[in-house]
């Protein structure tokens, strides 16, 4: 089962909720350049320039910005792994919890 969360601007807590319990969180969000020459362990903070959709996974969390697992490569970031900081989170396009019978029983 998944959920989306329908206003991705109040989600924080869903997603470190979700994350915490061993659900699985994707997130679906525009980047840009800056977001694709992502390199160690800078996060993103958001649109700089023309972007466009991108799906990743969601892995963990610090005060800062989410963690995420990219499907371009161990050449990306941080040996494939990315930050994106909370306010650029706010701005995604979609967010769903998978297994949310898991997460909301």
Known sequence: ??????????????ICLALSVGCGVAIGIDVD???????????WSGLTGPGGGHCMAALDWDSEALRVVNSWSEDWADSGLGRITWAAVTKARSVWIIDAAVCYS
């Open 1 to 14: 089962k998944h959920h989306r969360l329908d206003n991705p601007s109040k989600s924080r807590d869903f």
């Open 33 to 43: 350049d800056a977001f694709m020459d992502l390199h160690g362990s800078a996060a």
